[in-house]
């Protein structure tokens, strides 16, 4: 674990170019590094004691120095509870010696990363990959259940092929809750299920849906700013 300074106190042997916030524990030189950190004399009692973040599996491959071949870390997990913490784990990782690069297969598409460092184009974006998807069935409950931002009144109608969520229903948000129910009112709104889908997770704006042909109607404006809200939608974990 590692975090901000004022929360953790020095570790023996801890890098001083992170504060002297965390400490090294190899098992395995080459294969695995594992972060540990301690909060200050206030850590004696218990109830005063957080996790910060944490890195975990890291592997160096290839494991021995080859001839023209670069030795890239490798991160399985990649976990922290504040900014400072995430850019401080960073920090760590690349400052870790005998490594050209950090390689994460799990980052957010919104990472700030890009955005922390002096040189951006030392990031690469390798590919893309989705570990999360919804499938709208009960539209007032899924609609009730997600935050709004900005209140409105919107009809939707939705067109789904399985007839699960087919129909239409005004949206009337106020103080980021929505209350949602059928209605025979004509549409402000017309999209399918998965688009839909799409926008109730918010990983994409309503506008760049309603470019690409997947939304439309003479609300779409009003009900983009309703529901486009919060970040972009984070999984982690597959399932």
């Given at each position: 674990?590692?975090?901000?300074?004022?929360?953790?106190?020095?570790?023996?042997?801890?890098?001083?170019?992170?504060?002297?916030?965390?400490?090294?524990?190899?098992?395995?030189?080459?294969?695995?590094?594992?972060?540990?950190?301690?909060?200050?004399?206030?850590?004696?009692?218990?109830?005063?004691?957080?996790?910060?973040?944490?890195?975990?599996?890291?592997?160096?491959?290839?494991?021995?120095?080859?001839?023209?071949?670069?030795?890239?870390?490798?991160?399985?997990?990649?976990?922290?509870?504040?900014?400072?913490?995430y850019l401080r784990l960073w920090?760590?990782?690349?400052?870790?010696?005998?490594?050209?690069?950090?390689?994460?297969?799990?980052?957010?598409?919104?990472?700030?990363?890009?955005?922390?460092?002096?040189?951006?184009?030392?990031?690469?974006?390798?590919?893309?990959?989705?570990?999360?998807?919804?499938?709208?069935?009960?539209?007032?409950?899924?609609?009730?259940?997600?935050?709004?931002?900005?209140?409105?009144?919107?009809?939707?109608?939705?067109?789904?092929?399985?007839?699960?969520?087919?129909?239409?229903?005004?949206?009337?948000?106020?103080?980021?809750?929505?209350?949602?129910?059928?209605?025979?009112?004509?549409?402000?709104?017309?999209?399918?299920?998965?688009?839909?889908?799409?926008?109730?997770?918010?990983?994409?704006?309503?506008?760049?849906?309603?470019?690409?042909?997947?939304?439309?109607?003479?609300?779409?404006?009003?009900?983009?700013?309703?529901?486009?809200?919060?970040?972009?939608?984070?999984?982690?974990?597959?399932?």
């Amino acid at each position: 674990m590692a975090g901000d300074g004022a929360d953790l106190r020095p570790v023996p042997r801890a890098d001083p170019r992170l504060g002297g916030a965390a400490a090294v524990l190899r098992a395995d030189p080459d294969r695995r590094v594992q972060l540990r950190g301690r909060r200050g004399p206030e850590a004696a009692d218990r109830r005063t004691r957080r996790r910060v973040g944490y890195a975990g599996r890291l592997r160096r491959l290839p494991p021995e120095p080859a001839q023209g071949r670069p030795r890239t870390i490798h991160v399985s997990d990649l976990v922290a509870v504040t900014p400072t913490a995430y850019l401080r784990l960073w920090r760590f990782l690349a400052d870790l010696d005998l490594s050209d690069s950090v390689e994460w297969g799990r980052a957010s598409v919104d990472d700030p990363l890009v955005w922390a460092l002096v040189d951006p184009y030392r990031v690469k974006v390798t590919r893309k990959i989705e570990s999360l998807w919804v499938r709208v069935l009960d539209v007032p409950t899924a609609l009730a259940a997600r935050p709004w931002g900005r209140d409105g009144d919107v009809v939707l109608e939705v067109t789904d092929p399985l007839g699960h969520a087919h129909g239409r229903f005004r949206v009337v948000t106020r103080d980021g809750t929505a209350e949602v129910a059928p209605t025979d009112a004509d549409a402000d709104v017309t999209l399918d299920a998965d688009t839909l889908g799409a926008l109730y997770l918010g990983g994409v704006a309503t506008e760049t849906l309603q470019r690409a042909g997947r939304l439309t109607g003479p609300g779409v404006a009003t009900f983009g700013a309703m529901a486009d809200t919060g970040p972009a939608p984070y999984c982690i974990t597959g399932f």
